[in-house]
Nanobody, 123 residues
């Protein structure tokens, strides 16, 4: 069993920054696919930034160059640094993990998910 808990969400103005954290507990290893996904009002859940095998990262085109995903060396925490935030980034952000040989921002069917944290960007 793997448990994930997000924190760090909040409200910011356009151009601001936030750093999300995801505390990970359970039986995981470096091969796990891990990442951040979001679901905005009226939208489907989408991948934002994902790490495969602790090294290879993929990003949604909409956040490329603004968001950075990373993990600590102990692999117990996943981070999402979000800079230059825009109103369209407003969403509930989830971290997720699991085994996926094709790990990437398209991995919306990962088995383990956190409860989500709200990010609101005002103009």
């Amino acid at each position: 069993q793997v448990d994930l808990k997000e924190s760090g969400g909040g409200s910011v103005q356009t151009g601001g920054s936030l750093r999300l954290s995801c505390a990970i507990t359970g039986d995981i290893d470096a091969s796990y696919c891990m990442g951040w996904f979001r679901q905005g009002p009226g939208n489907q859940r989408e991948g934002v930034a994902v790490i495969a095998h602790s090294t290879y990262t993929t990003y949604a085109d909409s956040v490329q160059g603004r968001f950075t995903v990373s993990r600590d060396k102990a692999k117990t925490t996943l981070y999402l640094q979000m800079n230059m935030l825009k109103p369209e980034d407003t969403a509930v952000y989830y971290c997720a993990a699991g085994r996926d040989n094709l790990c990437g921002v398209w991995s919306v069917d990962l088995p383990y998910w956190g409860q989500g944290t709200q990010v609101t960007v005002s103009s």
